[in-house]
């Protein structure tokens, strides 16, 4: 005989009944436990959820009270169930259900649950995406567009939108180009693959602009190095200090890729003295330098850095995208190629654009022109400072031997560690649920020289709401002072 119970959803908070069977032969404690195991693991349980009260479920099953405690009690020593005076008993958050088997293809996609607290550098807010005025821009841009932007796309990008960028890069970046020279592509890692294209180490790429060995900063992103790898470009790191990349250290290379207004993850601009060297180096080298301007209009507690290729438009290419400044999920960014490198790049990138949606380009061109673009950079320059703020508040205030740095700019800070506690404190806060990365994961694989252990914390990704709670999370797992 299999007793089956079926509870009440309203009780318990989750939206729909959940079916456990009891065994009639045998250990009611046993079965209790193993049926409410087994709808944890297999995530018919979701972590969080509130279980009824003991009584309830036992009167529900005609068992003993204590059965169900017992059973309770079990689980909880277990690590499946939690309980706490006043919350009632909960299943885990760190109970993980059953993974499906690889081989056996599900009947319709599941959704993955995120972390809870996400705290990772270089996202957005994403609720923050101005909706309204793009849909606005969008409306008009569909309007006003002629019939032939309908047809195969310009590789170089709309006139349109090359033209808005043109003017507000001059304005608000310092760049000194003409529409002409402005190559639309999809983002960043984009622009890498028109300029590097995939060949030979040290060789011409196929499909490519450039050649290496290419001058890296000592901490960069992992997947920019990787993508460069697979194109068989030889980076070099340079050494890091407080004024930013050493660029005396750049010899034989052929280009140094730099992000100059606000190092990428350290923090800081690019020393004036060193920026002024990185463009003697590349005038006496015939080499170029590529300037990943990548949050250049979130400052914060300084003068605005203008950009590096307002030094010298023929050696410099400047690379910019929306990624941060309005959403990832729009692929619109764009270089600004000195005069020799605009037919290369545009054989490189083929007779069609393929990348960046023309109607997505139309609207950005409206966006900028018309200055939504611009309120909407000081509204998120206005919050993600507010956040900074709350982030170095609850530091000082939860956990003051922790020095944080990198802040003056951009989405993300730096937290110095205690020596030897990064690798565990990474560990702890993916176990409470809170993702970040470590500061090493960030550090070229042949750079001679450490930062020390460190976090790097986004405090831009969380909503509004959730923001206290991330931070409250983070302090609880910083290292004790």
């Known amino acids: 005989m299999v007793e089956s119970w079926v509870n009440s959803a309203e009780r318990i908070g989750i939206g729909a009944d959940l079916h456990l069977e009891l065994p009639g ?27 009824p009260p003991y009584r309830s479920l036992a009167a529900d099953l005609g068992v003993a009270r ?22 009632g008993t909960r299943v ?4 993980e259900p059953l993974r499906r088997n690889p081989r056996t293809p599900a009947k319709t996609p599941l959704r993955t649950r995120g972390p809870r607290h996400d705290l990772r550098q270089g996202a957005p807010n994403a609720s923050a995406f101005p909706r309204a005025a793009w849909t606005a821009s969008y409306r008009r ?43 639309i ?23 490519g602009v450039l050649r290496g ?36 250290a750049l010899g034989r290379e052929r280009a140094v890729l730099l992000t100059p207004a606000h190092q990428f993850p350290t923090g800081g601009p690019l020393h004036p003295e060193r920026r002024a060297a990185v463009i003697d180096w590349a005038r006496a080298r015939g080499a170029v330098v590529l300037e990943d301007d990548y949050d250049g209009e979130f400052r914060y507690d300084r003068r605005p850095v203008g950009a590096l290729q307002g030094l010298d438009p023929e050696r410099v290419i400047h690379i910019g995208s929306v990624s941060k400044s309005l959403s990832p999920a729009l692929r619109l960014g764009w270089m600004v190629l000195p005069q020799r490198y605009v037919g290369p790049v545009l054989a490189a990138k083929g007779e069609r654009e393929a990348w960046a949606s023309v ?6 061109a409206d966006f900028v022109a018309g ?25 000082a205030a939860q956990a003051p031997h922790i020095e944080v740095t990198g802040i003056a700019a951009g989405l993300h800070a730096v937290l110095r560690l205690p020596a030897g506690t990064e690798r565990s404190t990474v560990k702890a806060a993916a176990w409470q649920g809170i993702a970040l990365d470590g500061l090493t994961a960030f550090r070229h694989p042949r750079n001679p020289t450490a930062a020390g252990d460190g976090l790097v914390v986004g405090y831009a990704a969380p909503a509004e709401h959730a923001y206290g709670a991330a931070l409250e999370a983070l302090c609880g797992v910083l290292p004790p002072g």
């Open 359 to 364: 109607l997505e380009q139309l609207a950005l």
């Open 371 to 395: 200055g939504s673009y611009d309120r909407h950079v000081r509204r998120m320059r206005q919050q993600y400072r507010r956040r900074r703020d709350r982030l170095v508040a609850a530091l």
């Open 92 to 95: 885990a958050e760190r109970a």
């Open 213 to 248: 060995p290419l001058g890296v900063e000592g901490y960069g992103l992992g997947f920019h190095r990787d993508l460069l790898a697979a194109a068989g470009v030889r980076t070099v790191p340079l050494p890091l200090d407080e004024h930013g990349a050493r660029v005396d």
């Open 66 to 87: 204590n059965t169900v405690a017992d059973a309770y009690a079990e689980l909880v020593a277990e690590g499946w169930l939690t309980a706490r005076q006043g919350s």
């Open 141 to 183: 841009a569909l309007q006003a567009a002629p019939n032939e932007a309908f047809g195969p796309g310009d590789p170089a990008g709309r006139p349109e939108l090359r033209r808005a960028l043109a003017e507000y890069l001059a304005r608000a970046r310092g760049v000194r180009t003409e529409p002409d020279r402005i190559v």
């Open 185 to 207: 592509c999809s983002g960043f890692a984009h622009a890498l693959r028109l300029l590097f294209g995939r060949g030979t180490r040290d060789g011409p790429a196929a499909g």
């Open 25 to 51: 032969p045998g250990s009611r404690r046993a079965a209790l436990t193993g049926a409410l195991r087994e709808a944890v693991r297999s995530g018919r349980l979701a972590p969080g959820t509130r279980l």
